[in-house]
């Protein structure tokens, strides 16, 4: 089993920026797909984006392509949600989760940290 830990979560006005990490331990960053999900107050967890082992891949949502980048750092463990243009429609708290499997269903991923809020707000 690998442990995640989230960070870099935080207020910010629309339109900013902010990068969210997620450290790993326990077990190599590269034996695991990574990817980011979010899930707002009163609703389903959702996807948001997701790399593959290497980085060679990667998925986004279509309400954050463009926007979001999703990448890895494997010899440090440590993967990475980079957020620009925010709206307000993106707060919520954001996971990293890690799953052996390639896919965007929350479902597949027996790997989670414990969250992050971003709060998107003037």
């Known amino acids: 089993q690998v442990q995640l830990v989230e960070s870099g979560g935080g207020l910010v006005q629309p339109g900013g920026s902010l990068r969210l990490s997620c450290a790993a331990s326990g077990r190599a960053l590269s034996d695991y797909v990574m990817a980011w999900f979010r899930q707002a107050p009163g609703r389903e967890r959702e996807f948001v984006a997701a790399m593959s082992w290497r980085g060679s891949s990667t998925n986004y949502a279509a309400s954050v392509k463009g926007r979001f980048t999703i990448s890895r750092d494997n010899p440090e463990n440590t993967a990475y949600l980079q957020m620009n243009s925010l709206k307000p429609e993106d707060t919520a708290v954001y996971y990293c989760?890690?799953?052996?499997?390639?896919?965007?269903?929350?479902?597949?991923?027996?790997?989670w940290g414990q969250g992050t809020q971003v709060t998107v707000s003037s």
């Open positions: 989760a890690a799953s052996f499997r390639w896919s965007s269903s929350p479902a597949v991923y027996n790997n």
